[in-house]
Structure formats: C-alpha cells, structure tokens
C-alpha cells in the first residue's frame, strides 16, 4: 500500500518519532489523525500539518480513551489503513537501588502506557481495518509498533522499559498471525537511539557518548530515518510479523 492514500492513526504522534511519521504521511498525501495527551503540543502538531491531519487527546493506557479516538478518526478519515504506536514513556531506576527496591507502581506505568497501550490500539485499530475494501493483494491495513533495542540489551535501570518492549516484540508474532485472516499486517521497529526530545533532554555529553558509540553511521538517529522505515513496511507487503532493528549496528552495553 502506498502512503499516499494511508488513513493513519499515530499515538504519541505530538512528537518526535510519531511527528515525523505523520510529517511523512502528510507530504505524501495521507491523512492522519495524532493521538497523544500532551495537549498544547498535539494541537500545535497538527495545524503545522495543515488541513488533512488532526489531534484527539487520547491516553494509549485507557482502553475507553483508544476505542472513541480510533472510532472519532475513522469518521475524520473514512476509514483507518495505518495505526502507527510511538506513545511511550521510559522512565528508569535501579530495581534495587540506594533508596530500597523501586516501587512496582512506576514499573506498572511503563508496562501500561508501552505494552497495554500498544495493544489497546492494536486491537481497537484492526476492528475497524476489518471493514476496508481489500487490495488485490487481499491487504486491509498495516499496524506498526515501537519496540527499542533495550527489548534485547536493555541497561541497568531499564528492567520496566525493556520489559515493556520486549512484550511488544512479543506479542506481535501472534497477532500478525491472528490477523492473517483478515490481511492485516503486524510489523514492530526496533529504534536504537534517535535525537528525539526524550533523548534531547539528557545532557549534551550523554547524547555525544551514545552517538559516539554506533559503529556506523557513528550519529543518533534522525526521526525522518524513522520514518523511513515505517514508509518501507507499509509499502512492502511481504513483510510481516517482523522487527526491524534502526540502530547502526549499536549493541548498548550495561550502563
Ligand atoms: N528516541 C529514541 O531514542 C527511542 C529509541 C527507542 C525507542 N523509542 C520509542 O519510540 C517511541 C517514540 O519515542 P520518541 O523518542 O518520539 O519520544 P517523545 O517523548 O518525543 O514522544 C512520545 C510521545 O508519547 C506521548 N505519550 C506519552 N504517554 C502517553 C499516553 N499515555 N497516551 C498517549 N500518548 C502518550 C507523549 O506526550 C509524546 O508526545 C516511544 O515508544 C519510545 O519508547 C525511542
């Protein structure tokens, strides 16, 4: 399918790797609609991509939030052919740290907000992809998730965001065979790590060691690289039930 004529749904698509996405989305000729609580900014993100986009405040956590955006967008848009998950969190903390054992309710979080939400959007997307009219190739829709390469070689105080996303690289082989059926793609990009504003606002020394440290390109990486790829996925349908690692070839060490 070609992203020209995509009905996307982007969660965290305020931001950073989602923006970029839609930007693409946008330029080609697709509609999107952004879902993200961050108000002020989804509001701002959408006008900057003019009349075929839009912003529903949606928490990715919230089982009823997901289901009346995703319906809201299928309105906007006359159906949804692309459901695109980049909402995430990644809070970190040593699990037995000089504080005492980190609280299960921060760890509960970031398993709601990355792995519930991408499943909650997962679902309640597919229910409407089931409707569209299906392409010679028998294709109704594509659904990409975010994973991290700290679903293989998470870091110390990662053990809450590698969970998370190693249960979104998991659960993606099951559903992308559930889904065969109705000839929806599942599909789950793997960043390594992208100067986005969740990597901006570590220290600039940070930034320039984790750079340092890809063999090549030896840079972070670009959110339009991002999207690159989720412009690859959609457009190529043998590729399904996979994760794609965008990392340069990084291998994070321990800390
Ligand atoms: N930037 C990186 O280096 C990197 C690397 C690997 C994976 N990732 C993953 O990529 C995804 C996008 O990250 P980013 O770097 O663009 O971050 P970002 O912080 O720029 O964007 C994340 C967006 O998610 C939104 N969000 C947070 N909680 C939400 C919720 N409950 N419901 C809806 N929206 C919510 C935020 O408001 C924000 O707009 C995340 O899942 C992140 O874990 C990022």
Known sequence: MELASAKAVITGGASGLGFATA??????????VLLDINDELGEAS????GERAAYLNTDVANEESVKASIGKANELMGGVTLAVN????????????????WPSEFFNKVIQVNLVGSYNVTKEAAAFMVNN??????ERGVIISTASIAAFEGQIGQA?????????????????????QFGIRVNTIAPGVFLTPMVAGMPEE????????????????????YAD???????TTMVNGETIRVDGAIRMQPK
């Open 23 to 32: 930007e693409r989305i946008i330029s080609a000729g697709g509609h999107v």
């Open 46 to 49: 959408a006008s900057k991509l």
């Open 86 to 101: 980049c909402a995430g969190i990644a809070t970190a903390g040593r699990t037995l740290g000089r504080e005492g054992p």
């Open 133 to 138: 009219e299906p392409t010679e190739d028998g």
């Open 160 to 180: 809450a965001y590698s969970a998370s996303k190693g249960g979104v690289v998991g659960m993606m082989l099951p559903i992308a065979r559930e889904f065969a």
């Open 206 to 225: 940070v930034q320039e060691s984790l750079g340092r440290q890809v063999p090549f390109p030896p840079r972070l990486g670009r959110p339009e690289e």
């Open 229 to 235: 790829a989720v412009e690859f996925i959609y457009g």
